[in-house]
């Protein structure tokens, strides 16, 4: 399982940007995604979570009417729209997934992250 996010940057408060995470070694349209993102000092947070083929989706509260969570499954993507950018939003963003065995041991995917910094 490989993610390699992208997209990240600087913009300033009040813009946009959108983050692809590209994914492979996996059947990417059988599983569930999650965006995370982790503050310097700060725990790693769940930012959003879209089913497997897409018709569902989970936000946090902090950027719920903000961002949208999309994927295209048939280009094993996810994505993260962002819009009305807050310096609160400043962090490094991952996309993650999970696998449950039979004997219920959890094991979880992570890509290596993309920054994003909100500052004027």
């Known amino acids: 399982v490989q993610f390699v996010e992208s997209g990240g940057g600087l913009v300033q408060p009040g813009g946009s940007l959108t983050l692809s995470c590209a994914a492979s070694?996996?059947?990417?349209?059988?599983?569930?995604m999650r965006w995370y993102r982790q503050a310097p000092g700060q725990e790693r947070d769940m930012v959003a979570q879209?089913?497997?083929?897409?018709?569902?989706?989970v936000y946090a509260d902090s950027v719920k009417g903000r961002f949208t969570i999309s994927r295209a499954n048939d280009k094993d993507a996810l994505y993260l729209h962002m819009n009305s950018l807050k310096p609160e939003d400043t962090a490094v963003y991952y996309c993650?997934?999970?696998?449950?065995?039979?004997?219920?041991?959890?094991?979880?995917?992570w890509g290596q992250g993309t920054q994003v910094t909100v500052s004027s």
């Open positions: 993650y997934t999970w696998t449950t065995n039979s004997a219920g041991v959890v094991t979880d995917y």
């Open positions: 070694g996996f059947a990417f349209s059988m599983y569930a």
């Open positions: 879209i089913s497997s083929a897409g018709g569902s989706t």
